[in-house]
């Protein structure tokens, strides 16, 4: 099973601030990789796909980058509505494996 | 636009079935697939199983012994059956629609939370 590891576990971050987030696979998953956020009390909601495609609805200020085990996910100028849990997720293997998820929080 | 609604009981006993629906509206089960994903305090998101509109699965080796994914194209549904439930399988419960087998997740339910008491 690949393994996915997101760091920070938490990031307290302001409005208007630049975010990265991290995640590792434990092997190569190419660029089968997918970003999801996930606000308190609802689903997950696919930001990213492919490791940098943009899902339908999906503001420019949200971007990923990397492939193969090193990837990237980047909100240029974090919002009110952008405070959430991160998670990125292969798609590569089975299983599909999710990460343990980024908590972006207010400072 | 689509969407998903899991039901289903939300308090299983110890040892029995747990059971849930997906029923798709604003749209159809073809030609995707469908999972189901749980997410717990303990493991987090997990994804459990796949089936294809047309009947082909594949689930995760974790719970493969104790689950079965179906389909009901004619009602627009999906179906989750676990058996021998414990404590470990309580949690919240979200049915999944990807276009490819390997393929991101792209719509979700709200999600069902299950209990599973002694």
């Known amino acids: 099973e690949i393994v996915m590891t997101q760091s920070p576990a938490t990031l307290s971050v302001s409005p208007g601030d630049r975010v990265i987030l991290s995640c590792r696979a434990s092997?190569?998953?190419?660029?089968?990789l997918a970003w999801f956020q996930q606000k308190s009390g609802q689903a997950p909601r696919l930001l990213i796909y492919?490791?940098?495609t943009r899902a339908t609805g999906i503001p420019p200020s949200f971007s990923g980058v990397g492939s193969g085990t090193e990837f990237t996910l980047t909100i240029s100028s974090l919002q009110s509505e952008d405070f959430a849990v991160y998670y990125c997720q292969q798609y590569d293997n089975w299983p599909l494996t999710f990460g343990g998820g980024t908590k972006v929080e207010i400072k | 636009q689509v969407q998903l609604q899991e039901s289903g009981a939300r308090l299983v006993k110890s040892s029995e079935t747990l059971s849930l629906t997906c029923s798709v509206s604003g749209g159809s089960v073809s030609p995707y697939y469908w999972s189901w994903i749980r997410q717990t305090p303990g493991k987090g998101l997990e994804w459990i199983g796949y089936?294809?509109?047309?009947?082909?699965?594949n689930y995760n080796s974790f719970l493969k012994s104790r689950v079965t994914i179906s389909v009901a194209a004619s009602r627009n549904e999906v179906s989750l059956k676990m058996t021998s439930v414990t404590a470990a399988d309580t949690g919240l419960y979200y049915c999944?629609?990807?276009?490819?087998?390997?393929?991101?997740?792209?719509?979700w339910g709200q999600g069902t939370m299950v209990t599973v008491s002694s």
């Open positions: 999944v629609r990807h276009p490819s087998a390997m393929g991101a997740f792209d719509i």
């Open positions: 492919g490791a940098s």
């Open positions: 092997q190569n998953v190419n660029s089968n």
């Open positions: 089936i294809f509109y047309s009947g082909g699965t």
